[in-house]
Every structure is written in C-alpha cells, then in structure tokens.
T-cell receptor
Framework: AQSVTQLGSHVSVSEGALVLLRCNYSSSVPPYLFWYVQYPNQGLQLLLKYTSAATLVKGINGFEAEFKKSETSFHLTKPSAHMSDAAEYFCAVSVYGNKLVFGAGTILRVKS | EPEVTQTPSHQVTQMGQEVILRCVPISNHLYFYWYRQILGQKVEFLVSFYNNEISEKSEIFDDQFSVERPDGSNFTLKIRSTKLEDSAMYFC????????????FGNGTRLTVT
C-alpha cells in the first residue's frame, strides 16, 4: 500500500524567503507523485506531478519538486515566497490510475 | 480554462436523510471521482467511475453510497441515510484518462449532518 508523510503541519516563512515543504512517500512500485494546493474555500489545484520522466519537476507559480528515490522524498520548493503562496499544500502518491493517497497537508504562512 | 463545478457549496441535512451531491465534470473528461475530507483529516479517495460503472471504490464507500451519471454532463454522489460521521467536504474530480492526465478538482461541497 502507498502512503505519504508530510513533515510539518504548519510552515511559516518570510516573504522572499525559500519555501521548502517536505514529503516522503512509501510505495512498493514506482509511484506517480503530485503536489496540490488548496486556497481557502477552493478546490485542490495541481501544482506539479512526477511520472518517471525528469526527476526535477517544474510546476506552476514558480514551484518545483525533486524526486529522490534513494530518500523516498518529493520535497516542494520555491526560491522566493510571495504572499499569494499562503495556502495548504498536499503531497499525494498513486501507483495505478488516479486513486490518489494524500498526505495530511502543510499550511504555508507567508509573513510580510 | 474549463473547470469542475459542484453544487451546492454547502449542504445541511438531518441524520437519516438522503442527500445528493452534484458535480459537472469537464466536458471531454472520461474518468470521474469522489474524494472527501473530514475536518482535520486527510483527503480520502471514495470512488472512481468510468464508462458508466464504478471502476474502483474504497472501504468507506459502503452500501449507503452510490454514484450515477444520469445524463451526459452530471455526476452525482448519493448518501442514502446520512450519519453524523458523513459530515465532511466532498470533492468531485475528473480526468481525461486514468493514468497520465491529472485530476481536476471542484471546489467541494461541505456536508453538515446534524
């Protein structure tokens, strides 16, 4: 069975600082990995996905994530945080199809 | 950009009542899903639907739940006799295919069972 662990339920950064949201996965077979963002009162929006092509995946809004098989990690980064990045971020894994297994989410707060 | 729409945004119902949550997936998508998120918990897969039948369902999706695509545009989730523990945010999603295309989620329906 697949699982996802997101380290840190809340992360706070200053505007302009590096954003690093951590995600570790468990899967017995090569996984597909995703990051979704949820703004208040909105649905889940796909930021980026890894599907066994390039290990460094670039997404929308300046975010990127690197798949590291040896560390079973798929951390999300952004070089410079913007106030509009404040939201909840979810890492998810799937093996087959679109039955996603989500992490618990990390709420990102951006301080001015 | 096309989007998945869900109605209503908030539904309040009494325990034991039937509720129907409605979704309009993106028009050229073939795969449809329901997920839910109980307050403070993870987003959980409920069911996937393709070619007018359920392709996969989770343990949560028991006999109290059913899905239907009554026409060419709507996709519904019915809960026959709601329980307090059914209170959650329910997300509909759709995708072009089952593997390589991403899920597009609606904004969710917040179901409150009293």
């Amino acid at each position: 069975a697949q699982s996802v662990t997101q380290l840190g339920s809340h992360v706070s950064v200053s505007e302009g600082a590096l954003v690093l949201l951590r995600c570790n996965y468990s899967s017995s077979v090569p996984p597909y990995l995703f990051w979704y963002v949820q703004y208040p009162n909105q649905g889940l929006q796909l930021l980026l996905k890894y599907t066994s092509a390039a290990t460094l995946v670039k997404g929308i809004n300046g975010f990127e994530a690197e798949f590291k098989k040896s560390e079973t990690s798929f951390h999300l980064t952004k070089p410079s945080a913007h106030m509009s990045d404040a939201a909840e971020y979810f890492c998810a894994v799937s093996v087959y199809g679109n039955k996603l297994v989500f992490g618990a989410g990390t709420i990102l707060r951006v301080k001015s | 950009e096309p989007e998945v729409t869900q109605t209503p945004s908030h539904q309040v119902t009494q325990m034991g009542q039937e509720v129907i949550l409605r979704c309009v997936p993106i028009s050229n998508h073939l795969y449809f899903y329901w997920y839910r998120q109980i307050l403070g918990q993870k987003v959980e897969f409920l069911v996937s639907f393709y070619n007018n039948e359920i392709s996969e369902k989770s343990e949560i999706f028991d006999d109290q739940f059913s899905v239907e695509r009554p026409d060419g545009s709507n996709f519904t989730l019915k809960i026959r006799s709601t329980k307090l523990e059914d209170s959650a945010m329910y997300f509909c999603a759709s995708s072009e295919d089952s593997q390589n295309s991403p899920l597009h989620f609606g904004n969710g329906t917040r179901l409150t069972v009293t």
